[in-house]
């Protein structure tokens, strides 16, 4: 099993310039999660997905879309990028019971120019 | 304002020490997860705590959460350069479904050898 795989790995926009990070898992979880890191912030939620077809916003989601058209993908939209989004994106997934493992992704490096 | 603060944010530390690290909220959480993350890679789940003072030992690291279910320890005996990481505490309010977690800003951990 590969877990949770990310793409890309490493990316350099322009501001203004769009791109999509596309997450997949193979584990069959209902539950998916995009998150943004950035240092002393910790990981902080932007979209996140209780199942196929269904989105919903985190703790910060202005300036990003998602869509899960697909049980195993998650994508993250940026239409618009800018230099505030310079930052290391996390795509997890769990199992629906509560208190589930969270399985993270190797993370996608963004740098907004 | 961060829901959960993590003390210290870096702790450099000699082979061999104690170290205790410190996860405090003003909030109830249903249950609290530790993570570790290294360079480049995405968490790992270390436990979860889910009673009130509620210990569990993971080799040479003990997990506490608080009696309160408000905050939460870690704390490693003789540590080792392979712990060596940045750990993240993450915090549950959903009761009634899984998902969300809040995560605190981490503590970025250096054991020189």
């Known amino acids: 099993n590969a877990g949770v795989t990310q793409t890309p790995k490493f990316r350099v926009l322009k501001t203004g310039q769009s791109m999509t990070l596309l997450c997949a898992q193979d584990?069959?979880?209902?539950?998916m999660y995009w998150y943004r890191q950035d240092p002393g912030m910790g990981l902080r939620l932007i979209h996140y997905s209780v199942g196929e077809g269904t989105t919903a916003k985190g703790e910060v989601p202005d300036g990003y879309n998602v869509s899960r058209l697909k049980k195993q993908n998650f994508l993250l939209g940026l239409e618009s990028a800018a230099p505030s989004q310079t930052s290391v994106y996390f795509c997890?997934?769990?199992?629906?019971?509560?208190?589930?493992?969270?399985?993270f992704g190797p993370g996608t490096r963004l740098l907004v120019l | 304002t961060q829901l959960l603060e993590q003390s210290p944010q870096f702790l450099s530390i000699q082979e061999g020490e104690n170290l205790t690290v410190y996860c405090n909220s003003s909030?109830?959480?249903?249950?609290l997860q530790w993570y570790r993350q290294e360079p480049g890679e995405g968490p790992v789940l270390l436990v979860t705590?889910?009673?009130?003072?509620e210990v569990k030992k993971l080799k040479r690291l003990t997990f506490q959460f608080g009696d309160a279910r408000k905050d939460s320890s870690l704390h490693i005996t003789a540590a080792q350069p392979g712990d060596t990481g940045l750990y993240l505490c993450a915090g549950n309010r959903n009761y009634n479904q899984g998902g969300k977690l809040i995560f605190g800003q981490g503590t970025e951990l250096s054991v020189k050898p």
């Open positions: 705590v889910v009673t009130g003072g």
């Open positions: 997890a997934s769990s199992r629906i019971q509560v208190q589930e493992t969270q399985y």
């Open positions: 584990m069959n979880h209902e539950y």
């Open positions: 909030s109830v959480f249903s249950s």
